[in-house]
């Protein structure tokens, strides 16, 4: 029974090993048909790519790179196919061996590419003879090696005799291109197709449009990741025929640097870009600067915590008025113009941390509806504030507290600045040399500056002019290094403040000084004018004025032409006078007292004997020996 089992066992064993030996076997054959079949395949495919290197106008050649299979040309010839690619539709046998044919070549250098740009923007008709049959043509067609990386001022800066209207270029290769800095730059009169372009390895595109004014292509497809300058690349281009405001919002600037200019004078620009990165940009200056239709949307909740210039930002955008409270200023130096004719800003920016800024020169001229409270700014670290609120007619903050003590210039500070009186008394401007314009046409201003310490000032020309609430007391003022006081009080109409304890003695200048000051009768009779040579119309119109002021020494003064004249109260004898311009040749006096109350209006001879008359006839006042 035991032996009948093992028998059994033993032949199922010998089943079981014969099934495992067909089965591999079966799978050895399957594996010979793959093979074979496999070997078919690469048969048939490799002879389909013979006839299509034999009979082909290889158009593949235009969309791949040449070079994908190297075959040597037979009769000798070096000529291969990597470098030209077959495009003839003739019929090649073997026999005949291999012809490329007359093939499409690649630029392969940035000075030959540039070359035959500027041929053909020269002379397009000549460039086509020339390049069309090795290169293809128009020259959307050409193509360039990886070799050409810098496209900088490629199409800027040639001579142009003909007019490229809607040039396509969206089949060109770009995806290697790093630079393409001014690569359009001040072709005025081109339109390019660019906008499938691939730039995503592009990093400089610096004043790439600036001054082109015919582009209206919609680049929001772009990649624009590695890209760190920006400078100017829509500078300037759009203003006279369509105007460029296609959507660049998307566009990924988180790596850019610098966007100064970038928007200027960029009129019909107004898109939304508030969701730009721009934690890494330290320059925007003049970035929307003349962009008259933006208004800033988004702009609020940018990240300019690096940003160190914003000159001129906003200048000349008179429509931009977007909250920018939550901006961080903590890093920016440069404010100056930020703001210049914005005339449509009035944006909270009192929270502002301006302790770094050291430029605010004209940061609000002519920001007409400005009125935001900078009471609380730190302008610790200020040394420039001149023009800052000029023209800036609605700004009326109290600014008494500021730390103006670095401040190295205030010229037209307030010039213009009609509703501006906040007590400036505990300024101290001891560093200032130059106070010309500083209060000129702000009509509401009458503080008490007389602390003021203005030693180190030279000049003060036009100061108050046209001030007309001003009357201050000054008779504190220290004005012996001033060396131009023309126009100072010009028109000033309120003013008569005590200024003869002043030491004028380094004037040179007192043209107009108190014309139209109609209230200005101060004694300034001690005044020492020895070093003046202008005194042209210095009280016309001065109607209050009549101090005896026959003391002053007047002998360089080269011009007293219309000098009292409409001083409709003057009638002092200035006899002494002709001591110091007798015979003096060229010295002007026409019209010196005319329109006075002076008995004798004629304009003195100086070369009579006495020369006069001066108000009066000096012969009656005065005796001169010669």
């Known amino acids: 029974m035991r032996e009948r089992n093992v028998n059994k066992q033993h032949e199922n064993d010998e089943s079981e090993n014969l099934s495992q030996e067909a089965t591999v076997a079966a799978k050895r054959t399957l594996s010979m048909k793959h093979l074979l079949l496999l070997f078919f395949v690469g048969i048939v495919a490799w002879f389909h790519l013979i006839l299509e290197m034999q009979l ?57 590419l540039k070359e035959a740009v500027n041929y053909t923007m020269y002379d397009s008709v000549s460039a086509k003879a020339a390049y069309a049959d090795s290169y293809g043509w128009p020259m959307g067609r050409w193509c360039f090696t990886t070799n050409v990386k810098d496209m900088s001022s490629l199409f800027a800066d040639t001579a142009t005799s003909y007019t490229f209207h809607n040039v396509d270029l969206s089949d060109w290769d770009t995806s290697h291109v790093t630079d393409m800095s001014r690569m ?23 004043e ?65 870009l508030s969701f730009w990165d721009t934690s890494s940009v330290t320059n925007m200056s003049s970035m929307f600067f003349g962009a008259s239709r933006f208004q800033g949307e988004g702009i609020g909740n940018w990240n300019v915590t690096n940003v160190r210039n914003m000159y001129a930002m906003f200048g000349g955008a008179v429509q931009f008025n977007t909250n920018l409270s939550k901006w961080d200023t903590s890093s920016v130096s440069d404010m100056s113009c930020m703001f210049n004719e914005a005339h449509g800003f009035k944006g909270d920016i009192s929270t502002w941390n301006v302790s770094n800024v050291r430029d605010l020169s004209a940061m609000f001229r002519h920001a007409g509806n400005f009125t935001s409270d900078l009471s609380d700014w730190d302008t610790s670290s200020a040394t420039d504030i001149s023009n800052m609120f000029r ?21 037209s500070a307030f010039d213009k600045a009609a509703s501006f009186n906040s007590d400036l008394s505990k300024w101290d401007v001891s560093r200032i040399g130059d106070m010309s314009k500083v209060f000129r046409g702000a009509r509401s201003f009458n503080q008490n500056i007389n602390s003021w310490n203005v030693a180190g000032v030279g000049s003060m020309e036009s100061m108050f002019r046209d001030a007309t609430s001003f009357n201050s007391d000054l008779s504190s003022w220290e004005t012996s290094n001033v060396v131009f006081m023309a126009g100072m009080f010009l028109g000033a109409s309120q003013f008569n403040g005590n200024i003869g304890p002043w030491k004028v003695f380094r004037a040179a200048d007192m043209t107009n000084m108190f014309r139209d000051a109609s209230a200005f009768n101060s004694d300034i009779t001690g005044w020492d004018t020895s070093n003046v040579r202008e005194m042209q ?90």
């Open 184 to 206: 359009f730059s001040d072709r005025f009169f081109m339109d390019f197709r660019i906008d499938a372009w691939n730039v995503s390895n592009v990093r400089n595109m610096r």
């Open 56 to 112: 082909v106008s290889l158009p593949p050649c235009l969309q791949h790179p040449c070079g994908f299979l190297q075959v040597k040309v037979k009769r000798g010839s070096k000529v291969n196919c990597e470098e030209k690619c077959v495009y003839r539709w003739k019929l090649h046998t073997i026999s005949e061996g291999w012809s490329c044919g007359k093939c499409r070549q690649c630029f392969n250098t940035k000075m030959e």
């Open 537 to 626: 119309s210095m009280f016309s119109e001065a109607t209050s004025f009549n101090q005896d002021i026959s003391s002053w020494n007047v002998a360089k003064v080269q011009t007293m032409t219309n000098m009292f004249v409409g001083a409709s109260s003057f009638n002092q004898s200035l006899c002494q006078w002709g001591k110091d311009l007798s015979h003096r040749r060229y010295i002007g006096v026409p019209g010196f007292v005319e329109n006075t109350a002076c008995p004798n209006q004629t304009s003195p001879d100086l070369y009579r004997d006495p020369p006069g008359p001066f108000c009066y006839n000096c012969a009656d006042h005065f005796s001169t020996r010669m």
């Open 391 to 411: 023209g800036a007619t609605n700004f009326q903050s109290d600014i008494s507290l500021w730390d103006v003590s670095n401040l190295w210039r205030m010229t």
């Open 208 to 272: 790439m449009l600036a001054r082109v004014w015919v582009f209206d292509t919609n680049l929001s497809s772009w990649d624009t990741l590695r890209v760190t300058d920006m400078t100017g690349m829509f500078a300037s281009p759009f203003t006279a025929i369509r105007g460029f405001n296609n959507d660049i919002s998307s566009w990924n600037v988180s790596n850019v640097r610098d966007m100064r200019h970038m928007f200027y004078h960029a009129e019909e620009f107004n898109l939304d």
